[in-house]
């Protein structure tokens, strides 16, 4: 039963997945007969979240409630949100109106807002964290009063993909605080170790422990009212060229370096998975079960 206290997940489950072929968030992972989502959200709930905030497309709702809900636990509290194009302040409503695809992660957190009485974990659909990730956000919160945000950091060289480089951003860090999270291209291992091109674009040396932020955000009221202030001045600033987004982690790093919130960073030794192409459902699926089953 959901109390109000624990923080709630939020799922980002809303991109197009062009490079999948399809909505990637509800494909079926083989040796589970259920999604990473649902994954997710059973590891979520051990860990003892009870409210859980999917932000979808309308395109797959139907889905979503005829075959995914049915399959979760049944104490859990579970609202369906829909990011929508035109779910803008008013006097942007022409500049919707040109827009082809979603707004992008930050847009995506801020649809969900009116449903986020407190705390929130914040993950994408499509990727694994491990049940660690969650454990580790529920006592962040229950230690830091829901004052501090964190992030979960992954290490580079448990993030790698076999089908090629990579792009990571890799946190910086003072005293386990976030500083900055720097954005590293083509990331692939050598005869030398692991190596990424710069924001520079120099190819650089990458130690394999540094951490990556995949996603797996502990945010908090405050991010979420910056959010709405910040996707009023990208909607100002920029024109409605696909390419232009409205990046969740732009936004938290607008505000640690305004001063107004602090990001924790915990370190966690689980294993990432996340499913770009189709191809890599069969593997990704085996990979996971033995790692929960084995």
Known sequence: MYTGKEPTLVILAAGLGKRFGGNKQIAVLPDFNCTIMELSIQDAHAAGIRHVVLVINHLVRPLIEQEILPR???DLQVELVEQAIMDVPP??????????????????????KPHIPG??????????????????????????????????????????????????????????????????????????????KSPEGSRVTIPGSALASMTCWGVTQTLLVQLEVEFSQFLESYDSDVKNEYYLPDCIQSCVQQGLLQVRVHRTCDRWFGITYKEELKSVSGLLYELRHG
């Open 72 to 74: 979760l636990s049944r």
């Open 91 to 112: 006097r942007f409503n022409t500049k919707a109106q040109l827009r082809q695809k979603p707004w992008g992660t930050g847009h995506a957190l801020l649809c969900a």
């Open 119 to 196: 705390a929130a974990i914040v993950i994408t659909a499509d990727d694994y964290y491990g049940p660690a990730a969650y454990k580790q956000l529920v006592c962040h919160f229950a230690e830091s009063e829901q004052s501090d945000m964190a992030i979960v950091g992954y290490p580079l060289e448990q993030t790698l993909s076999q089908q090629g480089g990579v792009n990571r951003g890799i946190c910086q860090t003072h005293n386990d605080w976030l500083t900055e999270v720097v954005e590293y291209l083509d990331i692939q291992r050598g005869a030398d170790g692991l190596s990424g």
